[in-house]
């Protein structure tokens, strides 16, 4: 098996391993922006001064950091059918569950990027007669995600990596179909050489991104 | 037009504001001083409802601002604010800072919006900077943005909180020049400062703040001429002896 490196076997099986590779991207995009939206509710719910909405906030955040996310993967797709009737199938429910989970992270970040904008932007825009509403909108949103697009990020790119744990629920994500070429052709290490290398690019193409934004922001 | 009744404040036991009653005609420009932490910056936050009050009542053109009833958005946009640190939006351009509101609340149309704010920008000589972001720009000209952002909205009557405090002192006098304008052209101006100056020739009326309580309200030459209280009189020596 570590006899020789088959390079062929990678190349083979590029169609295969793009599809999966597409997955593990649409997942990621679509979960960062169902997660940032949700998690901007969250967070403002968390600040508002309405305690309803504030401690509806801090329990969600608390439950669903205390738990794996495999676990809430798992809801989505056993647990949820039991409860409306009927399946949610593997990719709405790897997905939902993706978003469920990765708000609760962006809303403790999104808190803090909107407390660091001055009180006074708030007092400018009240002191014009905006809404509560226009407020954030316009002003204070804008701020906030600017000061946090880094980390953001950061948070996506371990997204990128969690998407692989939908083989659980046997979707064929990037990491996924590189095992299953790994399995059926016996060249477990080309195929997961390769996977590595992929992830590895990918993800530190995403961190020097970071690394250059973040410096763009403190200038 | 402004008639501030009985109010007082508390930051939890702390009293900020102690039973302050006063008012402000239609036209008349009145200066707030007194030396920090006396609660003249709270007050003018109470009058446009930015700090709630626990006691008293605050009118405004007849409307009730402590009301919990009242529209405070409707209210706010009729009265316009100057603040110490301008707090122009740094991600909007100049042009862009003025138009906001006046399109989001006003409902004018963006060609309306840009023609007012244009035209305000060439009142304070800025004309040339409608496209710069407000980090690009001197503190007093930022604060003369922010004076043109609050005109935009029509105002009846403009509050200045500490609008001077913030800038380097070679910068003090732009901004001033344009309140004095304002003043002249008979805008209704509550204005905290220490601006001793400003307050002589464009106020009709001094009030002196100390500890949370209104402890001089006086016409501007009775005030600086022949001062009451003790404490006022102390803060006159301290501020005017250069």
């Not at chain 1, 955040?61 to 039991?82: C, Q």
């Not at chain 2, 001793?196 to 001429?225: C, H, L, Q, W, Y």
């Amino acid at each position: 098996m570590f006899g020789e490196f088959d390079t062929q076997i990678v190349v083979k099986s590029l169609p295969f391993l793009w599809q999966g590779l597409q997955l593990s991207l649409l997942l990621t995009g679509l979960g960062i922006l169902g997660g940032v939206a949700a998690g901007t509710l969250l967070a403002l719910m968390r600040l508002s001064s309405f305690k309803v909405f504030s401690l509806f906030s801090a329990t969600y955040v608390n439950l669903i950091r205390s738990v794996p996310l495999i676990l809430v993967i798992f809801w989505f797709y056993f647990l949820v059918p039991l409860a409306i009737g009927r399946p949610v199938g593997s990719f709405y429910s790897a997905l939902i569950a993706f978003i469920i989970f990765e708000a609760a992270y962006y809303s403790e970040i999104i808190r803090a990027g909107i407390q660091s904008v001055a009180r006074g932007q708030v007092w400018a825009g009240q002191a014009t007669g905006l809404g509560y509403w226009q407020i954030q909108r316009y002003i204070v949103l804008p701020q906030a995600f600017r000061n946090m697009v880094p980390i953001l990020l950061t948070q996506a790119i371990i997204l990128f990596q969690d998407t692989s744990l939908v083989f659980v629920v046997s979707l064929r994500d990037f990491m996924t179909a590189s095992a299953i070429v790994a399995q059926k052709e016996g060249r477990l290490v080309e195929m997961y050489t390769f996977a590595a290398a992929v992830y590895f690019v990918i993800c530190f193409a995403g961190s020097m991104l970071v690394k250059r934004l973040s410096k763009e922001i403190a200038r | 037009m402004i008639t501030i009744d009985h109010i007082s404040k508390w930051y939890g036991k702390f009293q900020v504001l102690a039973d302050c009653s006063t008012g402000i005609e239609r036209g008349e420009v009145v200066v707030v001083c007194g030396p920090s932490g006396s609660g003249k910056s709270t007050l003018i936050k109470c009058v446009n409802g930015l700090e709630p009050v626990q006691e008293g009542a605050i009118r405004v053109n007849d409307v009730a601002v402590t009301d919990a009833g009242t529209n405070m958005a409707r209210l706010r946009s009729q009265i316009g604010m100057v603040f110490q640190h301008f707090e122009l939006y740094p991600h909007m351009s100049v042009l862009n800072n003025i138009c906001l509101a006046q399109e989001k609340v006003l409902n004018r149309s963006r060609e309306e919006a840009r023609a007012k704010a244009r035209s305000l920008l060439q009142r304070i000589d800025l004309s040339d900077q409608a496209d710069k972001y407000p980090g690009q720009l001197s503190g007093g000209q930022q604060q003369r943005v922010a004076i043109a952002r609050a005109l935009a909205m029509d105002p009846i009557a403009m509050l200045f909180d500490e609008p001077t405090s913030a800038l380097d002192p070679e910068m003090i006098n732009e901004v001033l020049d344009v309140m004095v304008e304002l003043a002249t052209e008979g805008m209704t101006m509550m204005v905290v400062t220490h601006e001793m100056g400003f307050a002589r020739k464009v106020a009709d009326r001094v009030i002196f703040m100390d500890e949370g309580r209104i402890v001089e309200d006086a016409p501007t030459e009775e005030f600086f001429n022949t001062p009451r209280s003790d404490r006022a009189q102390a803060f006159l020596a301290k501020i005017l002896q250069h």
